[in-house]
């Protein structure tokens, strides 16, 4: 901050932004710079921007968990990203006629708030029923995290702005047939368990981390998406767009799809398998990222591209099999996998990849083992990245990118289940027929023999096969 502006807190808990000059703004503060009002964050209890004060910079007052009330001179004219971030106390604030530009996020995690009021003078801002929006009412900007569970979305309204529902306590929403835009995580974080999609819908951002959802619908007329058993695809089913967080248990991608999109799996941590099929060419950025409940992956041999961050924080993968034909890996793909024990690639020549890349940080590589066409220890032991484990161990790569030449078996005798033609490394599962998943675990060899005691008939899965076996 200049020495043209100062910052004053009193007794009573009211901090004031002044200015000598005709005109200044509030620096951007961030991670590495906090505000100079920070460290008093817990005794801020009201914030009033004086006059002459043009601008309220980036995270100006994260984390003013005590404030309850914000004045904001006619003389400001934006609000910075994240301005008011974490005000958790906040339960409403009124924006003058002079602000033309709210960042994005400026008022993330307000936790109490139920109203954002905008003068009527405003000529770029409106407000119906404490709800931001553009000023005719186009665009639905903010819903405040304590506005309601329920809403009906103006008849106005063309686009949904990224993170509009961020958060907010919602369980229901209803879409109009004019909207046209969904933004970037619009719904995150909602405890919203349906959604249905109009058909006046073409364009929709990342659909992510909505923990309490387990279906997304889609009007039949959409030209451009459609859905299959609550999950969100492009009208040719060719791109897999949106995978309901809140789903469970194992899901098998359609053979039509090529394109796993933008954190489509993302905050998936109930998703304990998924099958590729060998149509997917692409495992887009942060697919997968944060699916705890994951423990191997199988990639099919069409894959060539795995995005930045694909599989980052999936804290429950253990093994990850990676075919010849992958031929970019983004930065920080398997970031924070920390149980990961075994990765199993089928490159002769080792892959190169970027120092900067880092596709395994914060993994403990040293302590896991990386399988190798037989032949090429040599190789990898040396090249970047790669010579990065701790253990190495050949194999034959005749099974990588031709899983289907396992034939997969199982039968039953004396409370012992025989599983054969599995492949090393690969997921297995047992489900009931009401497709309650009974066990899982990772194929060690080619043969696997489980002590399995109940009767009935069960579904063995491994990989991309499934097979039938009762148990007497």
């Known amino acids: 901050m200049t020495n043209t502006m100062t910052a004053t807190l009193d007794s009573d808990g009211v901090l004031t932004i002044t200015t000598t000059k005709d005109a200044e703004a509030i620096p951007d503060y961030g991670w590495d710079k906090w505000a100079p009002w920070h460290s008093d964050y817990e005794d801020i209890l009201s914030i009033v921007i004086g006059d002459n004060v043009t601008r ?27 301005a008011f971030r974490s005000c958790i106390s906040l339960t409403t604030i009124s924006i003058p006629a002079s602000v033309s530009l709210i960042e994005w996020k400026a008022f993330e995690y307000c936790e109490m708030l139920e109203a954002i009021q905008v003068d009527a003078a405003n000529t770029a801002y409106s407000s119906v029923d404490g709800v931001l929006f553009n000023k005719d009412k186009s665009s639905l900007i903010c819903y405040p995290y304590k506005k309601g569970t329920v809403y009906e979305i103006p008849s106005t309204v063309i686009k949904i702005e990224g993170s ?18 969904i933004g970037e995580n619009a719904f995150s974080n909602t405890s919203l368990t349906s959604v249905t999609i109009p058909n006046s819908v073409e364009n929709i951002g990342v659909f992510s981390y909505c923990s309490m959802l387990t279906s997304i619908l889609v009007d039949a007329g959409n030209p451009n998406f459609t859905s299959d058993a609550g999950v969100l695809y492009s009208k040719d089913k060719k791109l897999l767009h949106a995978y309901p967080a809140g789903k469970k248990g194992a899901f098998t991608i359609p053979s039509s799809v090529e394109i796993v999109w933008l954190e489509a799996f993302a905050g998936c941590k109930e998703l304990t398998s998924v099958t590729i099929p060998n149509s997917v060419t692409e495992i887009r950025e942060r697919a997968f ?25 999936c804290t429950g993968l253990e093994s990850i099999t990676i075919p010849n034909t992958v031929t970019t890996i983004g930065y920080g793909a398997f970031y924070t996998c920390t149980a990961l024990k075994d990765v199993k690639v089928a490159w002769t020549t080792p892959l190169i990849v970027a120092n900067d890349v880092e ?39 005749a099974g990588i990118g031709s899983i289907e030449a396992h034939i997969l078996k199982a039968h ?26 009974l066990y899982k675990g990772i ?17 063995v899965n491994a990989g991309e096969q499934s097979v039938k076996v009762i148990m007497n």
């Open 443 to 459: 194929a060690k060899a080619e043969e696997e023999n489980i002590p399995f005691t109940a009767h009935g008939i069960y579904i």
């Open 164 to 181: 509009a529902f961020c958060n907010a306590e919602l369980t229901a929403i209803t879409i109009p047939n004019t909207v046209i835009t």
């Open 56 to 82: 309220i910079g980036h995270m100006a007052f994260y984390e003013g968990v005590s404030v309850t009330s914000v004045t904001i001179s006619s003389s400001v004219t934006s609000i910075g990203e994240h």
């Open 412 to 437: 039953a005798s004396n409370g012992i289940l025989h599983i054969s033609g599995l492949c090393t490394g690969e997921m297995l599962s047992i489900y009931n027929l009401a497709g309650q998943q």
């Open 289 to 313: 990222e944060d699916c705890s409940g994951l423990i191997s992956v199988i990639m099919s041999k069409s894959v060539n591209y795995i995005g930045g961050y694909a599989f980052s924080y």
């Open 359 to 397: 596709p395994f940080l914060n993994v403990n590589t040293i302590a896991a083992t990386l399988h190798v066409p037989t032949g090429t220890k040599a190789l990898y032991q040396v090249a970047n990245v790669w010579n990065s484990f701790g253990m190495y161990d050949d194999y034959d790569p």
